[in-house]
């Protein structure tokens, strides 16, 4: 079973390190087998991260938004390694400037045929990249509604994109 | 496989009865702060059997029912249905569609269902678990959750990569 | 000093509830004195908030958002009982929409004259706001360089400006 | 009192010397992600007296020193200084501009100026103490921890509002 865990993980490294190099160009990124001090010495996997031009450091230091795109490298070395049927991603993206937000998108459409996507944004952007856009809204009533099934992306109006937009 | 479609009603603000149908692909939810977006996410969290109430948002269970607004009194009832294109036969159950719902009386009494065919809880991790869907597995990620496996710590993420083998 | 504790409290309470309507119209907040359960009974200060048409319910059960406008209007709250000097913001409006974005940058208009903004952003209306705006960069050296002193928002090129958008 | 200027070097990714001079009124600062404009917010609140590092998104202290790059050795001392207009006499030391300064050198020794004058990190504690400023009043807020105020305990918020009576 070691044996086993061991082939997953040298996959899992190898995906992470090349989405992470999509996500960060001219940086490398490992996972590394450790010994958890903190939890008695249990193995543990820890994340390795270097941006191009950086020296190597402890994750806290990196920045809002490149903690989430370390993030999102590992949840796609995993779905490279383990695909899901589908994911669902809240906000994923809510820290990231205009240049990652792009990388991050062309991300998810190299694997928009393999698995399913339901993303929640204010981001125009992300929108875009939408095959069919679901709005939800709630009066002083308190009660959600469902305002829009299945718009083409383009036929939603600048309203609504200007709500969506951040 | 793929996600069909959603059917929430009584569920956190969603006290109508609500159903968004997916298509394979990528759909965008948006809305105005506080509309209800993230309580979709909770939704199917729920739906695929999550026992933490503090992983919806809740300080217990009870939270996720409709608690009534100043236009509807608060309901008796939360229920979530997703249904799953099963095509690919990835749930090991005879079914091309498995619908999986859940129901949450105040009293505190849950009743699941499998196709319409009564179940436990148990039996839906069950036949979940080798999906590699939910929460644990990062295919669900709630609004400021992607932190999470930065800040777990190394024999968390192990356990992660060996659910994944 | 138990007396003058509570003249600041109702102060805090008095403009925590008006400036919450401010962010939430039609809404109502308070803040609350209780025995504090988890602290040994210590007494302690407790938030409600109720937006419009909704029920009072707990703070976590708010949107990202909603949370957002909530720390902002305490913060906001404590200004006006006590300002501080001047106030430094990093990237505090990241989960509001358009609507909730506008009336957080109203608010702040009416202080500007009172105190002293430092706003991290990556928002395009937040620089709108600023007398000054100054970008920071950093290339494949990994030294950050501040690169645009006292440039008034007029003068930011529109790729400068994209930049900033998130 | 408002800020007049804030000078970095070798304080995380401000290797060389840089100086942000402020004006009354909003200023904004913009740049990509990973610039340093946190790391900015992280020198003020450093030379405003921060003792966790852990604030400071470190796990030590000296975390906080240009660690190097690929391009530049790692520099053996951080420094930040801070100057806010004193006219208004906010702060109780008789002059019109005040200097804070604050430098770590990889040893681990400190050192703190007022004015150029060498003092102790309580002095500078104690000269703030009733100016409103720093992490604890709320008047720098680092990304991410607007929430705090939600989070804390209901006896946290009560000192700080003690704090504001
Ligand atoms: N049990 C409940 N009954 C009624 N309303 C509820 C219940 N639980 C949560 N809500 C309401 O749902 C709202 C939050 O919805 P949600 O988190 O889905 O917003 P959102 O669309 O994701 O917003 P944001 O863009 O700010 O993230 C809150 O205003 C809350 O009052
Ligand atoms: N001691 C140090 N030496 C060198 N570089 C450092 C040091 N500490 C932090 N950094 C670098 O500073 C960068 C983070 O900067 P900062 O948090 O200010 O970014 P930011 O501009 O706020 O980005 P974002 O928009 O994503 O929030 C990291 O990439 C990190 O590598
Ligand atoms: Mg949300
Ligand atoms: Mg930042």
Redesign the pocket.
Same mark, same amino acid.
């Given at each position: 079973i070691h044996a086993k865990f061991l082939i997953t993980f040298d996959e899992v490294n190898t995906n992470f390190n090349r989405v992470f190099n999509e996500l960060f160009p001219g940086g490398t990124a490992r996972l590394a087998l450790v010994e958890d001090e903190q939890d008695g010495g249990e193995p543990g996997v820890e994340v390795e991260a270097q941006?191009h031009g950086? /020296?190597l450091?402890s994750l806290s @230091?990196? #920045?809002?938004?490149? /903690? #989430?795109l370390v993030g999102l490298a590992i949840l796609f070395a995993l779905f490279y390694t383990r695909p899901s049927p589908f994911y669902i991603l809240d906000e994923v993206e809510a820290? @990231?400037?205009d240049v990652n937000l792009q990388r991050f998108i062309n991300l998810m459409k190299k694997l928009k045929n393999e698995t399913q996507f339901l993303i929640v944004t204010h981001q125009r952007r992300t929108m875009e990249t939408a095959d069919c856009v679901y709005g939800v809204s709630m009066q002083a009533d308190g009660i959600s509604k469902i305002i829009s099934q299945k718009l083409a992306p383009e036929d939603i109006s600048d309203e609504q994109k200007s709500e969506a937009e951040l | 496989m793929y996600l069909r479609s959603v059917t929430i009603r009584g569920f956190k603000s969603f006290a109508n009865k609500s159903v968004l149908r997916f298509e394979p692909g990528t759909t965008v939810i948006v809305g105005p702060n506080g509309s209800g977006k993230s309580n979709i996410t909770d939704a199917v969290l729920w739906a695929l059997g999550e026992q933490s109430a503090r992983n919806l948002r809740g300080s217990s269970m009870e939270d996720v029912i409709f608690a009534g607004s100043t236009s509807k009194q608060a309901l008796g009832t939360a229920e979530v249905a997703i249904t799953l294109d099963n095509s690919d036969g990835a749930i090991p159950i005879d079914f091309s569609e498995v619908t999986i719902s859940r129901r949450l009386y105040r009293s505190g009494e849950s009743e699941y269902a499998l196709n319409r065919t009564p179940c436990r809880l148990i039996d839906i991790h069950e036949i979940l678990s080798d999906t590699g869907l939910g929460r644990e597995m990062y295919s669900v990620i709630s609004q400021g959750r992607l932190d999470d496996i930065l800040n777990s710590k190394p024999s968390e993420r192990r356990q992660l990569l060996e659910e994944a083998a």
């Open positions: 941006p950086k /020296r450091q @230091l990196l #920045s809002g938004g490149e /903690r #989430s820290a @990231l400037d | -």
